[in-house]
């Protein structure tokens, strides 16, 4: 039975040197604290926060099976695998709950291959561009969807 109040996020390829990488594009916040961010906007809204980083494919879709059944909603960063990973969609196109796909970066606004995820055709929605306070956003996103009220 799925347990209301668990939201997986879930981090993918190089997510884990945020903070020392690319910080002109993508901040110089550490994962740990998007993770703090997601968990406090979680807390507010009654929901839980369970957080997996890899840079291994197959753990991300396995994390997805495992989230089935179990898990309210799936937020995911899959880093470059949003634009190639058809095993991830089609994992995530057998959860049953809210799917949002989270970048910090706007992808759309960059290189030529970054503009097609293959993830986008199976998320509920896309939160992308805000840095770190798309984490906020994609827990409270899910939080409405879900019907939680605010506390
Ligand atoms: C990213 C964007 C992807 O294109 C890139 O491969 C990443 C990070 C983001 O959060 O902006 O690793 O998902």
């Known amino acids: 039975m799925t347990d209301r109040s668990i939201v997986l996020v879930l981090s993918g390829p190089n997510l884990n040197l945020l903070g020392d990488r690319q910080p002109d594009v993508y901040g110089t916040e550490t994962l740990a604290d998007h993770v703090a961010t997601a968990e406090g906007a979680a ?23 495992a989230a089935r059944g179990r898990c309210a909603a799936v937020i995911v960063n899959p880093g470059a695998l949003t634009h190639y990973s058809w095993a991830l969609h089609d994992a995530l196109a057998a959860f049953d709950g809210p ?47 879900l019907g939680s009220t605010a506390t």
């Open 99 to 145: 799917v949002v796909e989270l970048h910090l970066s706007n992808p759309a606004a960059r290189d030529e291959w970054r503009r097609t995820s293959v993830v986008a055709p199976v998320a509920t929605g896309t939160i992308a561009g805000f840095g770190g306070d798309g984490y906020r956003l994609a827990v409270e996103a899910v939080a409405r969807l």
């Open 43 to 65: 807390a507010r809204h009654g929901l839980v926060v369970e957080h997996l980083q890899s840079n291994h494919e197959g753990d991300l879709v396995e994390a997805v099976h």
